[in-house]
């Protein structure tokens, strides 16, 4: 069974479950590990482990939280659902693709949706993470879910909140145009039906205070378009970087000056408003809600030791965006 072909049609399988379930969640996790059962606070000293044989960057991810994710993301390219289930809290867990609009408000439905899906994928399907940043409380993920699960590559973002060890939340963000317009639109639950929480007021904020102070700055800088405010809070080697748009632009100079051009128009820019903040006083995640109801999405930061955001990645779903717009705002990248 596959999501969605590679010319973006519909697929039996995903009517199936469109029509059978009303919700669901493009497929991000699974798996369980011994480390799971005692967090640590301590982070890991190496920057990057192995995990199915990809690189996996974990500089400020603690050992714990890296440990769940190997574990996490071997079973989820297995075909054990208990396995992958244990890693969810049975009494209180919400997993929603913030892309589609798909959620799972307990453990039995996440656990039936994955019994329909996992037993589908080949071999060869794959999914693993190459981010990591966070801690038992709560983290950000980056990961990549290879073209056997869903017809095309998927690069997505989840933020995830833990609660003795276990997941009680889960967002994924990713970019609809992966999966082309029309694939996307095909899965995409109806606006007027969109969850308008995804959980957030039942896990509360327990991401680390100084994190929290970082991302109410920087919202309040990008909700007022002012560019140079926004540019204060960076690094003077900062990365920041758009997963939908397909941009990077390096160096807070330059970082300004590209903001200065697209605030207006980015939704995460002009009048966004924070939904959720995840990670630790490394690094995390912040959730955010457009001035329209789509499209959300999620900006992940990571931190230096002078409290500057070093590294700043954005996600949504372009694929509610004019191709026109698009193309406006990837030529500021190299205004000069």
């Excluded at 959720?276 to 999620?298: D, K, N, Y």
């Amino acid at each position: 069974m596959k999501f969605s072909s590679l010319d973006g049609s519909a697929s039996p399988g995903r009517r199936t479950l469109l029509g059978g379930m009303l919700a669901a969640t493009a497929m991000t996790g699974i798996g369980v590990s011994s480390a799971a059962a005692t967090p640590k606070t301590a982070y890991r000293p190496a920057r990057t482990i192995k995990v199915m044989g990809h690189d996996v960057d974990v500089s400020r991810a603690t050992p714990w939280l890296a440990d769940f994710f190997t574990s996490y993301f071997e079973a989820k390219s297995g075909t054990d659902v208990d396995r992958l289930m244990e890693h969810f809290s049975r009494t209180s867990i919400v997993y929603t693709d913030a892309t589609v609009g798909w959620a799972f408000p307990d453990w039995q439905h996440l656990y039936d949706l994955f019994a329909q899906l996992m037993p589908t994928w080949p071999d060869s399907a794959m999914a693993y993470p190459t981010r990591i940043v966070g801690d038992d409380n709560s983290a950000v993920v980056f990961f990549t879910d290879s073209p056997e699960l869903f017809g095309r590559e998927l690069r997505a973002i989840g933020t995830i909140n833990f609660r003795h060890g276990k997941v009680v939340r889960w967002v994924d963000h990713w970019d609809g145009r992966s999966l082309t317009v029309k694939g996307v639109d095909d899965m995409r639950v109806p606006v007027d039906q969109f969850p308008t929480d995804f959980g957030e007021k039942t896990v509360g904020e327990t991401a680390a205070p100084a994190l929290r102070a970082v991302v109410s700055k920087l919202v309040a800088a990008l909700a007022a378009g002012d560019a140079a405010k926004t540019a204060m809070l960076l690094d003077p080697d900062v990365v920041l970087e758009d997963m939908a748009l397909h941009t990077q632009v390096i160096g807070r100079g330059r970082a300004e000056e590209f903001l200065s051009h697209t605030l207006a128009t980015l939704p995460y820019g002009r009048n966004v408003t924070l939904r959720h903040v995840v990670g630790s006083a490394q690094g995390g995640a912040f959730e955010w809600i457009s001035r329209t109801p789509l499209p959300l999405g999620a900006t992940a930061l990571e931190l230096g030791r002078n409290g500057l955001i070093t590294r700043m990645t954005s996600t949504w779903d372009s694929a509610l965006w004019q191709d026109t717009v698009i193309g406006q705002v990837q030529a500021a990248t190299i205004l000069g």
